[in-house]
């Protein structure tokens, strides 16, 4: 054993640990991931047909849900690492984290020391509960006092469309394809979900906006007698609790899964995926009679609770999931599994936007039925634009507070050291600027400025992007033939495109901000006018056609 020691906070991002434990940690965080899911489907055998199990944390998958998949990596990386240390320590997050680092290091008899961040930190939150509960229940009441419910044709056959309704793209993307319906005998309707908003009477300006069009309100269908059953059936999970789970390998996980569990930040999910499965079965009870349903797909658990309830009410009903965003490695949760399909929490079909993708959906699952759909918000891409490239740099934003920070932190130390480099910063729209906190007031407006337009006009005269996570500008920058520099800070941002089979000679990835500014200063502007590429457009992105389209009828 080396006589050397190491400190290692886990409560900072990966990519700020230690280089040494980096390199493993990524390494092992991608090596792990179909184990990982396997063993997500071993815990869920018990609870195949239980829809409160699937409504819980753990087995989401998703990682701004679930920190699990990261807590095996942190166990993993400690494991491969012992050899090289004579003493580690350690900080974490999680009080239970400590616990089987503890266990660990005693049964192995290594020297550890551990600290937790918060101690005395309760996962079991009141106020998540409260704040979900009130919005809802207040567009609960405005629908069923002030919107008249409309009525279903018997004589038609009825498609639902999931569609996240605060969301304006969504709104857009779907009203959209009403244009190209032939078949009259078919009747269309829209089916909002409302995501908890501060601005609750902008939530009441989208309702009325959309009350005379082809919409129906799940409201109308909910009693209040339902709606206290989904809040309180929320608490249902609590049967879990304490349970005994199998082991990760040799690690007993299941202080980490109850710690999930218990946890109320995810109340507005759980309780949205109740009142869906609640509205499929008050529909199945009035003997409406649907032949397609269409969710919105990213495999949340708002989306199991819709999936799970047309499939076990509407057996002869086509189940369709559209998934209208591109490929990120980052996201499990959007590939779907053996298990999930096993338990109907996903559609019958999943369709995805490009055929890049098709492929990679089924990395957890070889059969599952995956096909090709119309890249529906992407439809702009297919338009000749001229290449002016008049911005050299341009730094679009993730919307993701520790991307976006980490990223002009690197922007602010180039403009230090290069007096020649000038940017220009696409902000997100769900993350303004300001929010960001990082002092750019140091260099003048001809240096750096602001854009908060469309991203397709700045593409246009943009030769050079640096962007990087889990963010589809990646890919309509290179529609745009842009060259890109990719900040590696996440241990799928470097599987991404690679995976994609994306050309090396359209991207260079850097690793720290010294290897980025070096970057930076080997790149020549050059003037290339030619349009969007269109092979690579149609290799990311499916195309509008008579064909395609129909799997929305």
């Known amino acids: 054993m080396k006589n050397k020691s190491l400190y290692w906070d886990t409560t900072y991002n990966a990519f700020d640990f230690p280089p040494s434990i980096k390199k493993q940690y990524f390494d092992i965080s991608l090596k792990n991931r179909s184990k990982y899911t396997e063993w997500i489907g071993k815990i869920s055998k018990n ?5 409160d199990w699937w409504l819980t944390g753990p087995v989401s998958r998703n990682p701004f849900i679930s920190s699990i998949h990261e807590k095996i990596s942190i166990l993993e990386t400690l494991e491969r690492i012992k050899k090289n240390y004579s003493k ?7 009080r239970n984290l400590s616990n089987i680092i503890l266990k660990w290091s005693q049964k192995e008899k290594f020297n550890i020391s551990i600290s937790v961040l918060n101690k005395d930190e309760k996962p079991n939150k009141i106020l998540p509960i409260i704040k979900a509960f009130t919005f809802h229940f207040i567009i609960f009441c405005y629908i069923k006092i002030f919107i008249k419910k409309k009525k279903f044709d018997k004589n038609r056959k009825i498609i639902l469309i999931d569609v996240f309704q605060t969301i304006a793209k969504y709104k857009k993307n779907f009203a959209n394809i009403e244009k190209y319906q032939i078949d009259d005998k078919k009747e269309i309707f829209f089916v909002p979900t409302f995501v908890s908003d501060k601005d609750i009477l902008k939530v009441f300006s989208i309702i009325n906006s959309i009350e ?18 989904c809040f309180f059936d929320f608490f249902k999970k609590r049967k879990f609790f304490q349970n ?20 109320n930040d995810h109340f507005s999910s759980i309780f949205i995926a109740k009142i869906n499965y609640q509205f499929s079965k008050n529909l199945f009870n009035s003997k409406i009679k649907i032949s397609k349903t269409i969710n919105w797909f990213e495999n949340q658990t708002i989306d199991k609770g819709w999936n799970y309830g047309f499939r076990k009410f509407f057996l002869k009903s086509e189940s369709i999931g559209y998934q ?84 002009l932190e690197w922007v602010s130390f180039s403009l230090k050291k290069e007096k020649k480099l000038k940017f220009v910063i696409k902000p997100h729209p769900i993350l303004p600027i300001e929010k960001l906190n990082i002092n750019l007031n140091n260099f003048s407006e001809k240096r750096i400025s602001f854009y908060n337009g469309k991203l397709y006009k700045i593409l246009q005269n943009t030769y050079l992007v640096i962007c990087s996570g889990p ?83």
């Open 47 to 51: 609870y195949k047909k239980n829809l």
């Open 88 to 94: 580690i320590n350690i900080k974490v997050k999680s």
């Open 212 to 229: 005379f069009r082809n919409y129906i309100f799940k409201e109308h269908y909910i009693s209040l007698r339902d709606f206290f059953f």
């Open 244 to 263: 005994k789970f199998n082991k990760y390998r040799k690690w007993d996980l299941s202080s980490l899964i109850n710690e999930e569990i218990y946890n």
């Open 324 to 407: 209208g965003i591109t490929h990120y490695a980052q996201y499990m949760n959007t590939i779907p599994t053996r298990y999930e399909e096993d338990a109907k929490v996903i559609p019958q079909k999943i369709f995805t936007i490009g055929r890049a993708y098709k492929n990679l959906k089924k990395e957890f699952f070889s059969k599952a039925k995956i096909g090709i759909a119309p890249a529906l918000d992407y439809q702009f891409l297919f338009k000749n634009y001229p290449k002016k490239t008049k911005n050299k740099y341009l730094v679009i934003l993730s919307g993701i507070e520790y991307l976006d920070k980490k990223i």
């Open 471 to 553: 963010t589809s500008a990646t890919l309509e920058s290179l529609a745009f033939n842009c060259y890109l520099i990719l900040p590696i800070f996440d241990p799928c941002d470097e599987i991404n495109l690679k995976k994609l089979n994306i050309s090396k000679n359209s991207y260079k990835f850097v690793h720290n901000k010294s290897n980025f500014l070096s970057e930076l200063k080997k790149i020549k502007l050059k003037k290339n006018k030619k349009p969007t590429q269109i092979n690579v457009i149609n290799y990311l992105f499916e195309k509008i056609n008579k064909r395609n389209i129909k799997i929305f009828f």
